[in-house]
């Protein structure tokens, strides 16, 4: 960092998706504004655009005034895509185009939440490394299976910045603060805050294996690890079993006593939620998605879809 760089106004700009989380949205800006309260001076300039031009509607109803896209020469140096809700819905041909044009021209490009699965759509994040929330991964693997997410809070590859949302903005922006101004003055923003655990990047968005199933088994814990990484392709409880280092009767047994489930009951479920997570933001078809998450065909899915949801997948989808 150069003295001048630390003297300049830096402009960031933050491109609202209708449905954008306001939390992801406010733990990205905020930072910034205390930032300029803290120094006394503005050293960043914040605008806020929407595909439409109008004022953008959040998830909560919350609308934030916006402008019409930056077009050419628009003096950016970062700009962060902030999304939320349904990959199917987000169809913005001008924003693709946007978006790669100020790439061209050298600016910074983020996502937030959802916000990477339309860098995805424009290209750029081809053999980057990346990050996305953990409820759009499904939609933006199925989309764009060359590209491979990581689950981490936040990651910063040169000129691409992406983060999984939510609280996570604090962090990377900690981090961001630090890079221009020094980490004493991004710890001072982060106290304004009462942020006063920093999460690394690496740090996982979600609860571990063991808090969200309530299981300390070690067995069990493998087993249900296992299940969600091989969602399209099962394995059998034999196979299972010996990843436990257990007989498949134990296993059965663990199921029971740990989960109050049967083997098949719980791997059927994981693979049903997942599928669940594609109908509401994927573009795959139903028959699609059955293939996706293991079923031999489009009526056995919908059959086991109902029995757990209560409705059929084609509801799911229109709701």
Known sequence: MTSIDARNTQAIGFILIPGFALMSFASASEPLRAANLLAGREIYRLSTFSPDGTSAVSSGGVPVPAEPLPGRGS?????FVCAGGSPRDWHYPSLLACLRQLAREG???GGISGGPYLLAAAG????????IHWEHAPALLEAFPALSPRQARFVIDGNRITC??????????????????????ARRVSDWYLHTEVGEPTAPQRGSLAERYGVYHPGLLSVLEKMEETIEMPLDRTAMARIAGVTPRHLDRLFAS???STFLEQYRQIRLQHARRLLEQGPLSISEIAIATGFSSGAHFARAYRSLYGITPGKTRRA
């Open 258 to 260: 740990h989960l109050g």
């Open 107 to 109: 600016v910074r490009i």
């Open 124 to 131: 750029l994040l081809a053999e980057r490394d990346f990050t």
């Open 164 to 185: 999984g949302g939510g609280v996570a903005p604090l962090d990377m922006m900690h981090v961001l603060i630090s890079e221009r101004m020094g980490a004493d003055f």
């Open 75 to 79: 003096g950016l140096g970062t700009v």
